[in-house]
DNA sequence: TATATACTTGAGTGATCACTCAAGAAAGAC
DNA sequence: GTCTTTCTTGAGTGATCACTCAAGTATATA
């Protein structure tokens, strides 16, 4: 018997994702959203229900999207070659709205306030580390890297690099083409 | 004639530094300086025109100081074990309100509105590069570090790698010593 | 002591914040 | 067509934002 929402539910979260990826959490308001989405205050909060729920909505699909490149990345390249392809692909992504990646700019910005979005992003980062073990992991079973590295520390550094070089990619004074050269040309010498 | 001031600038700068460093800039809002400086808007305003105005005294003084206790290390230890010591250092910083590098902070938070205050940081960050490409220089030209690197873009790398230590360092679930200790180690096989 | 000068105080400014809600519009079920 | 259900609309909520300003207070000089 309903009428049907004129808005495609999943389109909205990835357009409210870019501008939170962009703008970041207090920067980004309601007005914002209202005008990007082209929703009414209404129909807003009859789809989301906050700001907050939405964010967090747009934080899973970032991180979500980000581990499915990885994994498809991985099967496409393999372990070694994924893991030196990563800190190029990460800065290239042309269409991308930032460079720095979204669950540390949340992070950074939010943990001080001891926000649940901050929590949300720590966790999903350390998701995202535990997928760059399993990479590791598996460079080291295929006998691509050193088997006397601890998978777990590689990745730790590895994504505290990619996290550097994300927003480091931000700045013009920075080749931050050079950083992700050299990212990768470590992982050679493993 | 005049009433002076019941106020020590200098200390209210270093205060809001601490407060704008760990809260951010759209996180920290005029009822929590009042309250932290203990100063009431019209005393506020008089002292300082604005809160970007006084964010802005914060972020000199908190490069300021930055390069200052750089360069007091580089005279003690000399140019290559200042950069191996610098990662811990950075991290350990007990009194410190935050890990994470307030610049980087203020940057990721403010580049995408082109505020002023992310120009501000930009230009201190570079500064800051510039630092410790000197320290490479100087190594090198001591024979601690092989001559065929650029000591620019093993100072971008440098810069880059120790943004994503701090920021890695607010976290939990990373250690962030491990991360520091292979950064120096880095440093060593040059 | 008288005066000039600046500092302190805090109520109050308009703007914007996230959010609410009642009324109107649209579409499937009958 | 009629009814029911949901969606859309947008004016309006109280709270908080950065900021102002006039009145009161303290102090160094004359």
Redesign the pocket.
């Known amino acids: 018997?309903?009428?049907?929402?004129?808005?495609d539910r999943d389109d909205l979260i990835a357009r409210a994702r870019d501008i939170f990826w962009r703008q970041g959490w207090a920067g980004?308001?309601?007005?914002d959203l209202e005008r990007e989405l082209k929703?009414?205050?209404?129909?807003?909060?009859?789809?989301f229900g906050?700001?907050?729920a939405l964010y967090g909505l747009a934080l899973n699909r970032y991180a979500q999207e980000g581990v499915a490149r990885l994994r498809a990345l991985a099967d496409r390249l393999g372990p070694l070659e994924t893991l030196k392809a990563q800190p190029r692909l990460v800065i290239e992504a042309s269409g991308a709205p930032a460079k720095a990646c979204m669950l540390a700019k949340t992070y950074a910005e939010l943990q001080a306030k001891d926000h649940e979005l901050a929590g949300r992003a720590g966790v999903l980062m350390s998701e995202m580390k535990a997928c760059f073990a399993d990479l590791f992991r598996q460079a080291q079973d295929a006998g691509d890297i050193a088997p006397n590295y601890d998978p777990n520390r590689l990745a730790t550094r590895y994504q505290s690099d990619l996290l550097g070089l994300r927003l480091s990619a931000e700045r013009s004074d920075v080749d931050a083409n050079e950083i992700a050269a050299d990212i990768a040309a470590d992982i050679d010498r493993l």
């Open positions: 018997m309903p009428r049907k929402p004129e808005y980004t308001s309601l007005k929703l009414k205050p209404g129909s807003f909060y009859a789809a906050s700001k907050d």
